[in-house]
C-alpha cells in the first residue's frame, strides 16, 4: 500500500500560483502513475491531470492547460501540482492519487486505488 499526503494549500487572489505537494510513504511511487484531482463543493470530483512513472508523459484537463504542470521526484517520492493564473473557478479541494496500472493515464477517480485526504484550494476574485 501507499500513504499519500498533500500539502500546499491556500487562498490565493486571482491570478496568483500555488504549488501543491503530495509526500508519499509505503512505497516508492515510481510504480504508480500518479493524478491530481479536484472536487468542488456540490459537485462531482474531476480529473485534473496526471502524470506516467518515469514522468515523460503527462495528461491534462482543458480548463487547465497552459496554467497548471505536474511533475514528480521519484527520489524523493513526492508528486508537485504549479499551479499559474489561477481563477476562482480553480476553488476545490485538491486530492493526489496513485494507479497502478502501467498505461495509459486514466482519468476517471474510480481507476485510482490510493488517495490522500485532500488539501483545499481557494482562490478570490
Known amino acids: 500500500q501507499v500513504q499519500l499526503v498533500e500539502s500546499g494549500g491556500g487562498l490565493v487572489q486571482a491570478g496568483g500560483s500555488l504549488r501543491l505537494s503530495c509526500a508519499a510513504s509505503?512505497?516508492?511511487?515510481?510504480?504508480?502513475?500518479m493524478g491530481w484531482f479536484r472536487q468542488a463543493p456540490g459537485k462531482e470530483r474531476e480529473f485534473v491531470t496526471a502524470i506516467s512513472r518515469g514522468g515523460s508523459t503527462t495528461n491534462y484537463a482543458d480548463s487547465v492547460k497552459g496554467r497548471f504542470t505536474i511533475s514528480r521526484d521519484n527520489a524523493k517520492n513526492t508528486v508537485y501540482l504549479q499551479m499559474s493564473s489561477l481563477k476562482p473557478e480553480d476553488t476545490a479541494v485538491y486530492y493526489c492519487a496513485a494507479d497502478s496500472a502501467v498505461t495509459p493515464l486514466r482519468t476517471t477517480p474510480r481507476s485510482y486505488e490510493y488517495w490522500g485526504q485532500g488539501t483545499q484550494v481557494s482562490v478570490s476574485s
Open positions: 509505503g512505497r516508492t511511487i515510481s510504480a504508480y502513475i
